[in-house]
């Protein structure tokens, strides 16, 4: 069974920075394709950043492209997400997720196998 633990949320003003951590338990989780999404109140979830098995390829929503980095350090089985320049349309909450086959990362929803729990992230004006 894989679980995934997400962590680093919290309050910022606007422009200002945090980092998102997930840390995957599994004995095969730290290979996984993994990503972040993310879901307002009374809006969709959509996706934010996505990063290979090997962590060579990533890919960026539009919105975050810049200001966003997602990395991954395969031997502490961890993915980050390092969020910079925050806006108050960034506010909340953020989801780490994995795909438990395959190599490449992944941008839509329905292709991820396994969630965390998510972990709020409020910017203010």
């Known amino acids: 069974q894989v679980q995934l633990v997400e962590s680093g949320g919290g309050s910022v003003q606007a422009g200002g920075s945090l980092r998102l951590t997930c840390a995957a338990s599994?004995?095969?989780?730290?290979?996984?394709?993994m990503g972040w999404f993310r879901q307002a109140p009374g809006r969709e979830r959509e996706f934010v950043a996505a990063?290979?098995?090997?962590?060579?390829?990533?890919y960026y929503a539009d919105s975050v492209k810049g200001r966003f980095t997602i990395s991954r350090d395969i031997a502490k089985g961890t993915v980050s997400l390092q969020m910079n320049g925050l806006k108050p349309d960034d506010t909340s909450v953020y989801y780490c997720?994995?795909?438990?086959?395959?190599?490449?990362?992944?941008?839509?929803?329905?292709?991820?196998?396994?969630w965390g729990q998510g972990t709020q992230v409020t910017v203010s004006s």
């Open positions: 599994g004995r095969t989780a730290s290979r996984y394709p």
């Open positions: 997720a994995a795909v438990r086959s395959g190599t490449i990362a992944r941008i839509q929803a329905r292709d991820y196998d396994y």
């Open positions: 990063v290979s098995w090997s962590g060579g390829t990533t």
